[in-house]
């Protein structure tokens, strides 16, 4: 079965301090991994993606994320953390089993809470 | 541009009651999405089109029924709903579905339409 893990349901970190997220994923195939970021009463802003190639993964508002394919994992991670980084984070990976081709299966979020 | 848009941002409605939700991109995306999302809980993929036509339905109720008019416009027509169905639905959008090897392409999310159903 294909799925995701966000192993922690929120992470704390002070401003200013490195953080990182933490996802595992399971799928059939080549993974295809992207990192999402909702902040409250809001859609999912894509932050990056891991497709091929640098297993270091760079995006959007300084964050980054290292593709560990023995571990199959996709860690999130920002050296210097700012109170506007606290937010909703979900971890998705392509439904390969989809013939679609387009589904996301989503981990079930953690909650950044960056304290200044 | 790099938006999507959604009207209404919230809506109440009876069960009964019959509403439309609407969704647009102009960023020439031909691969549209429905999710239903719960409060801290992941998005749920309701419906999917490509090149507007229908290509997922995740076994979503009759009660749900997506629209795609044109390769901009997104609907989602709403009746006889139940409490349940109360939740976050967002519109995404993606340049396509992907399946090519330069895919898969990431989604662009609209900010909601917050349904309640009394």
């Known amino acids: 079965a294909q799925s995701v893990a966000q192993p922690e349901d929120q992470v704390n970190v002070a401003e200013g301090n490195p953080l990182t997220v933490k996802c595992t994923y399971s799928?059939?195939?080549?993974?295809?991994l992207f990192w999402y970021v909702q902040y409250p009463n809001r859609g999912l802003q894509f932050l990056l993606k891991y497709i091929t190639g640098d297993n270091l993964v760079k995006g959007s508002y300084g964050f980054e994320a290292e593709f560990n394919k023995s571990q199959t994992s996709f860690h999130l991670k920002k050296p210097s953390a700012l109170v506007s980084d606290s937010a909703l984070y979900f971890c998705a990976v392509r439904d390969s089993l989809n013939q679609a081709g387009t589904a996301l299966i989503f981990g079930k979020g953690t909650t950044l809470s960056v304290s200044s | 541009d790099t938006e999507v848009t959604q009207t209404p941002k919230h809506l109440v409605m009876g069960m009964t009651n019959k509403k439309s939700l609407k969704c647009e991109q102009h960023m020439g995306h031909r691969a549209m999405y429905w999710y239903k999302q719960k409060a801290k809980k992941p998005p749920e993929l309701m419906f999917v089109?490509?090149?507007?036509?229908?290509?997922i339905n995740e076994s979503v109720p009759s009660r749900f029924s997506p629209e795609c008019p044109n390769s901009s416009l997104l609907n989602l027509h709403l009746h006889a709903l139940q409490p349940e169905d109360s939740a976050l639905y967002l519109c995404?959008?993606?340049?396509?579905?992907?399946?090519?090897?330069?895919?898969?392409?990431?989604?662009?999310f609209g900010p909601g339409t917050r349904l309640t159903v009394t």
């Open positions: 995404a959008s993606s340049q396509d579905r992907g399946t090519g090897t330069s895919g898969p392409y990431e989604q662009y």
């Open positions: 089109y490509s090149y507007e036509k229908l290509s």
């Open positions: 799928v059939s195939g080549n993974p295809y």
